[in-house]
T-cell receptor, first 114, second 111 residues
Framework: SQTIHQWPATLVQPVGSPLSLECTVE??????LYWYRQAAGRGLQLLFY??????ISSEVPQNLSASRPQDRQFILSSKKLLLSDSGFYLC?????????????FGEGSWLTVV | GESVGLHLPTLSVQEGDNSIINCAYS??????FIWYKQESGKGPQFIID?????DKRQGQRVTVLLNKTVKHLSLQIAATQPGDSAVYFC??????????FGTGTRLTIIP
């Protein structure tokens, strides 16, 4: 069966510091990968998605970036965090090669920028 | 872009009663819909899905209804239990790799 892991689960970072959130998927190959952000009490905002290694689509202009160095690894980064970057970050995956598939989420990472 | 909306942000239901969570979508080209359940501090979990060639789909204690004429989606939960308390999101897909999510409905089960 497929599993998705993301870490760290929680982190507190000062303004201006860098960020790296990592996500890996097991039990599948060539998945579509996603990073979502969720502000407290709000819906899910798609930040980035990837349909293959090195292929990144950005949905929202911001100071975050994403990379996919390996087929089942997706990384969310920032060089300098802003207070507004605080939130709940969710990595997700879906079977690739076609649209209209269920997206499965990881357990999320709580980021507080202070 | 177009978004998925929800009629009610909160819903309280007596334990054992049935609950209905509604969702309106605006993209008539959407052909795949999913309901997710999100418990506090956790990632959303898949509940049930439906494709646009169907009007109804049933799972264990859950039923999703799709009315394409009025672009309306609903999730019915039968015999609600305390563990059903969560935020429920609907999401739509229109033929690409992305899902568009609504803002969510918080369901509270009253003992």
């Amino acid at each position: 069966s497929q599993t998705i892991h993301q870490w760290p689960a929680t982190l507190v970072q000062p303004v201006g510091s860098p960020l790296s959130l990592e996500c890996t998927v097991e039990g599948t190959s060539n998945p579509n990968l996603y990073w979502y952000r969720q502000a407290a009490g709000r819906g899910l905002q798609l930040l980035f998605y990837s349909v293959g290694i090195g292929q990144i689509s950005s949905e929202v202009p911001q100071n975050l970036s994403a990379s996919r160095p390996q087929d089942r690894q997706f990384i969310l980064s920032s060089k300098k965090l802003l207070l507004s970057d605080s939130g709940f970050y969710l990595c997700a995956w879906a079977p690739g090669a076609s649209s209209g598939n269920t997206i499965y989420f990881g357990e999320g990472s709580w980021l507080t920028v202070v | 872009g177009e978004s998925v909306g929800l009629h009610l942000p909160t819903l309280s239901v007596q334990e054992g009663d049935n609950s209905i969570i509604n969702c309106a979508y605006s993209n008539s080209a959407s052909d795949y819909f999913i309901w997710y359940k999100q418990e506090s501090g956790k990632g959303p979990q898949f509940i049930i899905d439906i494709r646009s060639n169907m009007d109804k789909r049933q799972g264990q204690r859950v039923t999703v209804l799709l009315n394409k004429t009025v672009k309306h989606l609903s999730l019915q939960i039968a015999a609600t239990q305390p563990g059903d308390s969560a935020v429920y999101f609907c999401a739509e897909n229109f033929g690409n790799e992305k899902l568009t999510f609504g803002t969510g409905t918080r369901l509270t089960i009253i003992p």
